[in-house]
């Protein structure tokens, strides 16, 4: 019987469907200024890092179960999961406020706040692409904190620095050298362009309108 009952835990860990899944983006094949095999290795990348999120979760259980959360390699693990995890988070909201025709609606509340908080709609995006052409790795993210009821562009390093804590996600540009450069090289300016031809600002009006 405790062959049976130790049989039956080993098939359903080994079973268990992992705790977040990779999502289908190939709707985003059709975008002009992203060639398909510059996003099959964006996507690819993203997968790793839902991967290996669900393998630190897995990692970090174990070691829990077994008395083993004071272990260096306990520390280890813990230390790398910000990494990935807003590595997998961070890809899923930018490649989801992919794939619009570029156009915000001037007659949605994001519009109107963006003009509110920064004047116009093109010092906004004249400021956020700056944000996106710092020299360094990183991500371009526009947020709302609802506290103050402010927009801001921040620029976050390797994923895990630099977020602006209690604020909510509204647009995130990927500025690492993955997102560009097998099709742009080194010129990112090329890609904001093409980036913001194909924002979904659909998605990102919602985004406000939820966090209001």
Known sequence: MKKVIALCLLCSILCA?????????SNLYKMEGFTKSMLELHF???????????????KLE????????RT???AGFKRM???????????EYYF?????????????ALY???????????????????????????WSILYFDKKSGKLTNAWINEHDLGHLAGNTT?????????????????????YIKAFFKNIDWDMCATRFKDAN
């Open 17 to 25: 469907d992992p705790i977040y899944k990779s999502k289908d983006y």
């Open 44 to 58: 690819k990348l993203y997968q790793g890092y839902v991967q290996t999120t669900n393998t630190l979760n897995e």
């Open 62 to 69: 174990e070691l829990s179960k077994n008395g083993g959360d």
């Open 72 to 74: 260096l390699e306990y």
């Open 81 to 91: 999961y910000g990494w990935e995890y807003d590595g997998m988070r961070l890809h």
């Open 96 to 108: 989801e406020n992919l794939g619009g025709n570029g156009k915000l609606d001037s007659k949605t």
């Open 112 to 138: 109107r706040k963006i003009i509110h908080d920064y004047g116009s709609f093109d010092k906004w995006k004249q400021d956020f692409i700056a944000t996106g052409m710092m020299r360094g790795i990183g």
């Open 170 to 190: 509204i647009l995130v540009m990927d500025v690492f050298e993955h997102a560009y450069i097998t099709h742009y090289g080194i010129d990112r300016a090329a």
